[in-house]
C-alpha cells in the first residue's frame, strides 16, 4: 500500500491544520481561570504554557511566510539563547489573562493559516532548520498542535478522539526515523524498515516501506503518534517491533527536532480512563524537503514532552 499520505494535496493539509486547532481551541475556550494555571506532563509547564508555545512558533511560521527580516531576527534571538528559547518563548503567555493569549493565538493561527494557503506551493521557506515549503511547514503545525494538544488533554483529565488527520503526525515519525539514530550519535541501520499502522477508524491501515521489509513495526496508529512525539512511554503503547533494529528503533523513535529528551516515564497517564469527553464542558470531570528530518518537518528544538 503507498504512503497514505504522499498524494494529499496542499488544500488537504491545511484544513487539517485549521481543524486540529479549532479542536483543542474548543478544549480551552470554556476553561476557568485556574484552570489555565493546572500543570501539564511537560515540566514546568502549564497549560498557558502549551497555548503560549504554539501562538510563539505560529508566529514564528508566518514570519517565514511573509516577513523574512522578522524572521531572521527571531533566528538571531534564538542563537543567543540556544538552550532556551523555546521556554522563552513560551514565558510570556502565562502572565496574560487567559482571554488575551488565546485571543492572540487565535489571531495568529488564522492569519498563519490565509498565509499557509496563499503561499506559493514551490517555494522554500527560511526556518530553524533547512527551509521547507508551505506544505511541510502545515504538516509540521499540526503536528507540534496536537502533541502539545495532548499535554492539554492529559492535564485536564480528557480523553480525546484520535482522528485521521494523525496521518501527518505518523508519516513525519517515519521519515525521521534517521533521524532519531543521529541526534544520538548513533549509525542508522541499513534497509527499510516496513511500518504497518491501523488508522482511528480501525479499518483502514496506514503503510509505509517496501512489503517484504523484514524489520517491521505494526500496531495503532495513535500508539504510535504517541511514541515518536514522546508523549507515552514505549511499555504503555501497543507497537510491536518484529526484527532487532526495529525494536531498538521504538526505543530513540522522535518525530520533533532537536536533542533526544528522556521522554515520559513507564505507567504516565495518556488517555485517563476516568477523564471527561472532549465534548464535555470544563467543569464536567467524569472521571519539521530534506528527505527524512524533523529538522524540516518539525517544529523548534524542544525538550522530551514538549
Request: with cysteine; charged share 25%.
Amino acid at each position: 500500500m503507498p504512503d497514505p499520505s504522499a498524494a494529499d494535496d496542499a488544500v488537504a493539509v491545511f484544513t487539517d491544520l485549521r481543524e486540529e486547532g479549532r479542536e483543542l481551541d474548543a478544549l480551552v475556550k470554556g476553561l476557568p481561570a485556574p484552570d489555565w494555571a493546572r500543570p501539564t506532563p511537560a515540566p514546568g509547564w502549564t497549560v498557558a504554557h502549551q497555548i503560549a508555545h504554539l501562538h510563539w512558533t505560529d508566529r514564528a511560521s508566518l514570519l517565514s511566510l511573509t516577513d523574512a527580516t522578522g524572521f531572521g531576527a527571531m533566528v538571531e534571538e534564538a542563537l543567543k539563547a540556544p538552550d532556551s528559547f523555546v521556554d522563552d518563548g513560551a514565558r510570556e503567555g502565562p502572565a496574560l489573562p487567559p482571554a488575551e493569549l488565546l485571543t492572540r493565538w487565535r489571531v495568529t493561527r488564522d492569519a498563519l493559516a490565509q498565509a499557509l494557503a496563499t503561499a506559493s506551493p514551490d517555494t522554500r521557506f527560511p526556518w530553524y532548520g533547512p527551509p521547507m515549503k508551505a506544505a511541510s511547514m502545515a504538516s509540521a503545525r499540526l503536528m507540534e498542535t496536537w502533541a502539545h494538544g495532548q499535554d492539554v488533554a492529559d492535564a485536564l483529565g480528557v480523553r480525546r478522539t484520535p482522528t485521521a488527520r494523525l496521518r501527518h503526525v505518523a508519516r513525519i515519525g517515519v521519515r525521521a526515523r534517521d533521524y532519531a539514530y543521529a541526534v544520538r550519535g548513533l549509525p542508522a541501520p541499513e534497509g527499510e524498515f516496513r511500518v504497518e499502522l491501523t488508522a482511528p477508524d480501525g479499518a483502514e491501515v496506514w503503510a509505509y516501506g517496501p512489503p517484504q521489509a523484514t524489520q517491521r513495526i505494526t500496531g495503532p496508529a495513535l500508539d504510535f503518534c504517541l511514541l515518536v512525539t514522546q508523549r507515552a512511554h514505549r511499555a504503555d503503547l501497543d507497537l510491536t517491533a518484529t526484527g532487532p533494529d526495529a525494536d531498538r528503533w521504538l526505543d530513540i523513535a522522535q518525530a520533533f527536532a532537536g536533542p533526544a529528551g528522556a521522554g515520559r516515564e513507564p505507567g504516565a497517564a495518556r488517555q485517563p480512563k476516568a477523564g471527561r469527553d472532549q465534548g464535555a464542558g470544563p467543569g464536567q470531570d467524569a472521571g519539521r524537503d530534506q528527505g527524512a528530518g524533523p529538522a524540516q518537518d518539525a517544529g523548534p528544538a524542544q525538550r522530551a514532552g514538549r
